[in-house]
């Protein structure tokens, strides 16, 4: 558990005990989630989905498959936001860093908070070279974020994202090399 924005949040692993809890930050945040998590938005509709989708995230961490994070809000145990570290190549030393906020929390510094120190986790406790963000460029607040976190843009990646019912969509890379 890392504690951030003077304790009022906490970066906790999955555990299952979220299963109820990501339920309702997903249906409360449906609109937000719905272009660019809608796998995790479809996964988690219902308490026995999600139900299913902690028990699997679970598992992914376990074996270090990829790591899911909540990000909750310590006074009323709810959650205000998911990271996930995915797409690891264990070989290159290089994974992708993904998140997302409650529409309740945004613009209160705490995704900022949490990317930094899932960042330094990845690098720490992973033993990552890069870390990727990616972010599509009509999303400013998510590009502030990487910029804030010393995530440097590369490139635009061209028909990376295909979101439900959309034409796929250019993203732009955010990389972050491990200094130490």
């Known amino acids: 558990m890392i504690s951030i924005a003077n304790g009022t949040f906490e970066i906790t692993p999955i555990h299952e005990k979220y299963a109820w809890r990501i339920c309702d930050f997903v249906t409360v945040n449906t609109s937000r989630l719905k272009t660019y998590f809608p796998r995790t938005l479809t996964e988690n509709l219902t308490p026995d989905l ?6 699997r995230k679970i598992k992914d961490f376990k074996s270090k ?25 264990y070989t290159q030393k290089e994974a992708e860093l993904a998140y997302c906020i409650g529409y309740q929390h945004e613009g209160i510094g705490i995704t900022t908070m949490a990317v930094k120190e899932i960042t330094n986790w990845s690098f720490k406790e ?14 400013p607040a998510s590009i502030r974020i990487a910029e804030k976190c010393g995530y440097v843009w590369k490139e ?25």
Do not use: C, W
């Open 65 to 89: 498959n990829e790591f899911l994070f909540v990000i909750k809000n310590t006074i009323d145990r709810t959650v205000a936001g998911l990271l996930f570290v995915k797409n690891l190549d």
């Open 156 to 180: 635009t990646l061209p028909k990376e994202h295909q979101p439900p019912e959309m034409a796929p969509m250019d993203m732009e890379l955010y990389i972050k090399t491990n200094e130490g």
């Open 50 to 55: 999600s139900q299913l989708f902690v028990d």
């Open 126 to 139: 992973l033993n990552l070279k890069t870390l990727r963000i990616i972010v599509h460029r009509t999303n």
